[in-house]
C-alpha cells in the first residue's frame, strides 16, 4: 500500500490550493483519511480529519478555511485549502487508517504518504 500526496506550491495570502492523496494497493476500506502539517522547528499537527461515514474535525485555526470533501473516486482524498495565511506555510502529509487484502487476509494498518510543501507568501 502506498500514499501519494500532490498539489503543494507558492500560493500568496489568501489564495486557494488543494491537495490531493491517492491510496494504492490492496485496499479494501478506508476507515479514515488524514492531513498533517509540519512547519519548520514545529511538531507535526493535525490539520483535518474525515472518517468513512463523512463525518469531519478541523483543527480550530484552520474551520471555516479549508474542507475535506468526500471524492467520489476510490481510494483518494483531497484537502481545499481556501483564504490561506503564511502561517499555513508547511509540509503537508496525510495519512490513512486503511484495510488492505494481504493474502486471505484483511489487516487494518496506518499509513503516511510522502510530504508536499506548501509555501504561502507574498
Known amino acids: 500500500v502506498q500514499l501519494q500526496a500532490s498539489g503543494g506550491g507558492l500560493v500568496q495570502p489568501g489564495g486557494s490550493l488543494r491537495l490531493s492523496c491517492a491510496a494504492s494497493g490492496s485496499i479494501l476500506r478506508i476507515n479514515t483519511l488524514s492531513w498533517y502539517r509540519q512547519a519548520p522547528g514545529a511538531q507535526r499537527e493535525l490539520v483535518a480529519t474525515?472518517?468513512?461515514?463523512?463525518?469531519?474535525n478541523y483543527k480550530d485555526s484552520v474551520k471555516g478555511r479549508f474542507t475535506i470533501p468526500r471524492d467520489s473516486a476510490k481510494n483518494t482524498g483531497s484537502l481545499q485549502m481556501n483564504s490561506l495565511r503564511p502561517e499555513d506555510t508547511a509540509v503537508y502529509f496525510c495519512n490513512a487508517d486503511l484495510t488492505a487484502a494481504v493474502g486471505i487476509h484483511s489487516v487494518r494498518q496506518n499509513y503516511w504518504g510522502q510530504g508536499t510543501q506548501v509555501t504561502v507568501s507574498s
Open positions: 474525515i472518517a468513512d461515514d463523512g463525518s469531519t
